[in-house]
């Protein structure tokens, strides 16, 4: 079965950084596009940031364009995203997300909290 697991979230000060994880397993992962999701408390999930199966091509939301850079190695089944200068207002749990066929896969999250 699916199944992608999350990584390396945590606590950071404003202006810090961190690199989020997802290992993938289950499907044939070089093939699929893969998303970065997050939520806030009170809020709906959204799109961050997305990547080709190749890896050739991204797509990220205007709140993190020049800060945030989604990357993926097909060799380890693995996509990362690199979160720089950090904001309170990312505070968040971060989803990793496949889409395959008509089903939509998301991991269990990790908490992103930027507070000083």
């Known amino acids: 079965q699916v199944q992608l697991v999350e990584s390396g979230g945590g606590l950071v000060q404003p202006g810090g950084s961190l690199r989020l994880s997802c290992a993938a397993s289950?499907?044939?992962?070089?093939?699929?596009?893969m998303n970065w999701y997050r939520q806030a408390p009170g809020k709906e999930r959204e799109l961050v940031a997305t990547?080709?199966?190749?890896?050739?091509?991204?797509v990220y939301a205007d709140s993190v364009k020049g800060r945030f850079t989604i990357s993926r190695d097909n060799a380890k089944n693995t996509v990362y995203l690199q979160m720089n200068s950090l904001k309170p207002e990312d505070t968040a749990t971060y989803y990793c997300?496949?889409?395959?066929?008509?089903?939509?896969?998301w991991g269990q999250g990790t908490q992103v909290t930027v507070s000083s």
């Open positions: 990547i080709t199966s190749a890896g050739d091509s991204t």
């Open positions: 289950g499907f044939t992962f070089r093939r699929r596009a």
């Open positions: 997300n496949a889409v395959i066929g008509v089903f939509s896969s």
